[in-house]
């Protein structure tokens, strides 16, 4: 009890100091300690103070620190033993959290901020049983912290009929693959707005994206965007890292339960992973009616799909892009699941190999892989249009 008091004290406190000092706070500094006794002690020193939170979630069990009018550059330390994996970052615009995934249950002891010339919050963890672990992950958001909504989809640019909604991979706290100063989360969206501007001046499509700047989307938010938008296509856009073998090239990702490969699923699950932990829940739970339907509405788009990705890959080899030596690929997706709306993940190149880092920074590489978009686009479109002539105008 003790506990949960001191940490709302903190909130009513800093909420009230926050609208006065309205400076942006950043997040400077970290430390991970893991004590003799099994416990966690966590601190994070920010520029100044601001509104912050701290609590535990269940599945998988995790720390929460969340900060407002904060931003937070890059995660404060690395995993130990008892902490498996540390995520930070924005979560909405002037919202950020940092995320401990906990070896087990713990529940908090301590959570403070003492301020000096800087603000540090101090929060200490103690192995906790099931059971009170369970109610204090449960435990509702009061209504300050619960998280503004995504704003509606942008509006969509250019004349042409058909909607396509490109999807830039990853953002906010989620920075998808990582490798010395490229970043997945900047890349996708950097080559989006190009390959929207080049889209918009064919004068074919009208081109929404899933997020403008550097925020995290959920994967299922995605997916509403762009059935709000009434997107006709779906392109998801990533450059990701492979722990094994030496992937390299052009990648295209289509929906299927059954992955490809190993290689397949891992992509698939850890694109996945990051929803949970940022801790916005989201389990798309479509009863088993609903789950039919929709299955019945994917084999009707499943060959619309397919010849999308057909297109695209003669249009990335038209321009001699270079591409993975399994080009067609299909994994299980949440991003790729809207049932009526032609969906593929295009992997741009892959950060962990050095060839595709190149290309990936070379703009004229990446201006070939935007028009080899548009023309796989394109071809895609003439052929759809003839085959459903009940397209959407
Ligand atoms: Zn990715």
Redesign the pocket.
Known sequence: MRVSRQVWLALVLWLGLGTIALAEAQLERGTLREGWGGGIEVSLTLSGSAPWRARVLADPPRLVVDFRDTTIGTVPFAPRKRVTAVEAGAIRPGWSRVVLTLGGPYTITTAEMRVRDQATVHVALDPAGEEAFRAAALRPEPPEWTLPKDPPPPAAEGTGSLLVMLDP??GGIDP??QHDSLT?KDL?LAFAKELQRLLVEDGTFRVALTREDDRFVPLETRLTLAREAGADVFLSL???AVQEGEATGATLYTLSKQATDRAARI?AA??DRTDILAGVDLTQNDDTVAGVLMDMARVETAPRTDRLARALEIGIKAWRIDMHRHPRQAADFAVLKAPDMPSA?I?LGFLSSATDRANLRDAAWRARMAAAIRDGLKAWAAKDAVIRPGLRR
């Open positions: 991979g990853h998808g693959a997945e996708t990533h450059a990701d992509m850890w694109h993940l992997e």
